[in-house]
């Protein structure tokens, strides 16, 4: 089952669901409102949402109409709750290698994970609105799941149970503010502006074998102004996988339903080296940090910039038919004039 | 007027307007179901409410009843962003001190601030289930504020605008998890459980002339066990008010309506010493962590350990009569066994 939100009815939008190849879409106002109301009774819920995508799909949907990624906000337009892991170690190794920083061998073994915002997120057409380029804006290509009500201190074991949805997300960072925030030592703040995610939220089952382990077997694409620019697999290099980074958030408070967490920048190390671009032949990048680290390490300084006023991003999965799963982040670095 | 929100009605509770002596309140389905709902369209909610508790004074209210703060949950039972700043320098010195950590001079220019979790706060009356008393289970009484929407680098004169309500918090924190955690540099996680707050949240004109400078200068009054534990003064030695608290938060990003923003633990330097305890005639102490912090500085050592299972703590401000000015957060410690 896939699931979105149409910018219409209010700051929560309107929940729609969303046929397999993502090209109609049915309101469901009998079901919930929105999705965050349907995650909050998802047991009652989900079935019903079944019914009705079952019906889209046999084209027996009344009121179906054309899927317009451009008329969604984020799947939740604003939740409560936004964690972000860093699964890929392989990524936070290279990163903090970039800035001098040690890595403690405990990162292999306890998940990062810090408290993002959540109030208003960017939907995947929408501008990426920024003061400055000198802040260093950069994408982060993740993928991250939305879960129901999670108790405290649960196992990974049953935290799996607890993953309702996945998403793609475009976990927007400005790079030039991280070293001075964290060396504060409060975590990230400025530094980790508003989330986009991809039009559609889907289930599990909807990957099929490729949600397996819990993680998503699945390349995310990321491309800057159309060029590719990262093709890592997700399920490559995921040293903790969902269940275990729910559980991590879960262990000293119980998780609301709708909390989202994040894998982390994907990242892979399958190149066997620090990682080749694309046009080499490699997996490429889901972040400028990290080329930006790779060509340090090997010419003593970065090359490549981060992102420009007018630069897109898009970021997509594909099935193994070359068919997009979640629809594309595909947005505009625009600069923030006042308002 | 003073607004709360019943555990009735589902996960975001039920508004209700409540009289300025916290005796009666009334529901307000005609305004607003929920106060986010309210949040969400300040400008035509409040005069509406603010109708409705001026016929509530004035005993022309139907439906009026008792008010029972035990039937609350927090104002915002679940928020889409907890922000808390450190605004209380002189506390954040003392605690660095205390674990041997040096502090930046730029802490006293360029506020801490921290992304808290928001997806399940505790109730005023609620108890604060924790899963072991090594964690270093503390309080830290603390005031907060409530904003509409605040549009993406705000000076801190127009953010003023943007304060809508104040309540008082109690941010729990697990004190044995922080070194281990603030390590490994993403800021607070597991150290940061859930935080609860007062019954009731108030529009700033409530408090009169103690609202001033953007500080809300009436002490705020701990209690543990019933035994009185601190009382400084909220308006005093706070280096960073809200308004500058708001726009810091709003840095690099716009804040949706109904974004919470803390003071940090109210600390005052009236002793003109690290801190007396009430009982030594000083004005005490809003987190054990630093009289903790302060035994350590003279005698070596910490003597008063974290909070136990059974232990309660009473979070309080009164006004110059001497009446409740939100409630009183008053919760005991539970051992969490698990659901």
């Known amino acids: 089952m896939k699931l979105a939100t149409l910018k219409e009815g209010g700051r929560d939008g309107t929940l729609v669901v969303v046929s397999r190849d ?42 179906a109409f054309a899927f317009d990624p451009r008329a969604c906000a984020a799947p939740l337009p604003r939740a409560y709750q936004w964690c972000d892991g860093s699964a890929y170690v392989n990524h936070v190794e290279l990163v903090r290698k970039a800035r001098g920083a040690e890595m ?86 400025h530094s980790k502006p508003a989330s986009s995610f991809s039009p559609v939220a889907v289930t599990p089952d909807e990957l099929g074998g490729a949600w397996r382990d819990g993680k998503v077997h699945r390349p995310l694409l990321s491309f800057i102004n159309g060029e590719p620019f990262g093709r890592p697999d997700a399920g490559v ?25 994040g894998s982390g920048t994907v990242s892979n190390k399958l190149d066997g080296g620090p990682g080749k671009p694309i046009g080499e032949g490699g997996v490429g990048y889901s972040c400028l940090a990290e080329v930006r680290t790779v ?45």
Chains 1, 2 share one sequence.
């Open 295 to 339: 060509e340090t390490i090997l010419h003593g300084q970065p090359r490549t910039g981060f992102l420009r006023f007018g630069d897109r991003v898009r970021i997509e999965m594909p099935d193994e038919s070359g068919a997009s799963i979640f629809g594309a982040i595909d947005q505009e670095i625009v600069r923030y004039g006042g308002r």
């Open 237 to 261: 290099d995921m040293t903790f996988d969902f269940p275990r980074l729910v559980a991590h958030a879960a262990a000293t408070r119980h998780l609301g339903a709708g909390t989202i967490v």
């Open 22 to 63: 993502l090209a109609r879409a049915v309101r469901v106002p009998d079901v919930a409102p929105t999705l965050q109301a349907a995650l909050d009774d998802w047991a009652a819920a989900e079935p019903k949402l079944r019914a009705a995508a079952e019906r889209l799909e046999r084209g027996a949907a009344d009121g």
């Open 104 to 189: 403690p061998p405990s990162f292999w073994t306890d998940p990062l994970m810090y408290q993002g915002g959540s109030d208003r997120f960017i939907g995947p057409c929408d501008p990426v609105e920024a003061i400055s380029e000198a802040h260093g804006i950069d994408l982060e290509a993740e993928v991250a799941v939305i879960t129901d009500d999670v108790p405290m201190a649960v196992t990974p074991e049953a935290a799996a149970g607890h993953i309702k949805l996945l998403m793609l997300v475009n976990d927007v960072s400005l790079r030039g503010l991280i070293p001075a925030e964290l060396a504060k030592g409060f975590g990230f703040f």
